[in-house]
């Protein structure tokens, strides 16, 4: 079901995917431009980077994170590190602007008094994916993941609960932020392919900010 909320300055709709998961269009809209600043910045500390699976596989989405952890991935397996192991410092912290957005947007949704510890941020480029899958690596299964899209559009993959639910495929743009927790804080999901484009903010790629309170 689609609603719209007013006292917003740009439209911003409300489309629930499940109990527990929102997505709400354009929450981020205004913000967007200093969001995108914020990362810029963020990389000059902690350089996107792009990770090597425990399989062996160098993923396609290049990543950086900002935070008291990070969330890292090397042959020896996934996990939270407070420091970047690329330069053995801790991560940049969280902007004031990142814990405001994703607060804000999780309260939405119904999640009050979020605090999330850590921000994944994904850059992706034409062709680069993430493949459907759960985010289980957080200490803290009660907070729900907050997720910020910026700059090109691309189909977010939403899988349920059970891998062997259908996948439903959702056209997420520059401001759109995905909320789920609760009954749903482990539905798979993912990003399809990217298609190549342009966008004002971002040029040729999109980046996406995931929250998520660890501990
Ligand atoms: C993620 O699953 O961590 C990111 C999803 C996205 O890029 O939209
Ligand atoms: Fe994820």
């Known amino acids: 079901m689609t609603s719209l909320f ?29 969001l995108v600043e914020e990362v810029e910045r963020i990389a000059q500390r902690a350089a996107f ?3 090597v699976t425990p399989g062996g596989f160098t993923m396609s989405v290049a990543m950086t994170n900002c935070g008291r952890v990070g969330w890292v991935s ?26 405001d957005i994703a607060s804000r947007a999780a309260a939405e949704a119904g999640f009050a008094n ?26 803290d299964a009660s907070a729900p993941i907050v997720s910020v899209s910026l700059g ?14 259908p996948v439903r495929r959702l056209r997420i743009e520059n401001g759109d932020i995905a909320v789920w927790g609760g009954p749903a804080r482990f539905a798979y999901h993912g990003v399809a392919p990217l298609s190549d484009g342009q966008h004002v903010l971002t040029g040729n790629v999109r980046i996406n900010l995931t929250f998520r309170k660890v501990f």
């Open 6 to 34: 007013d006292s917003h300055p740009v439209p911003c709709s409300r489309e629930r995917l499940e109990e527990g998961a929102v997505l709400l269009r354009g929450f981020a809209a205004t913000e967007a431009p200093l």
């Open 49 to 51: 980077r792009h990770l």
């Open 74 to 99: 090397d042959r020896s397996g996934y996990r939270y590190d407070v420091l970047d192991p690329d330069t053995g410092l801790s991560w940049p912290p969280m902007p004031e602007a990142f814990l």
């Open 114 to 139: 979020y605090d999330p510890d850590a921000c994944l941020i994904n850059r992706y480029i034409a062709g680069a994916k993430l493949s459907l899958h759960q985010d289980r690596d957080e200490k």
């Open 152 to 165: 090109l559009s691309a189909v977010f993959l939403w899988g349920g609960k059970h891998r062997s639910e």
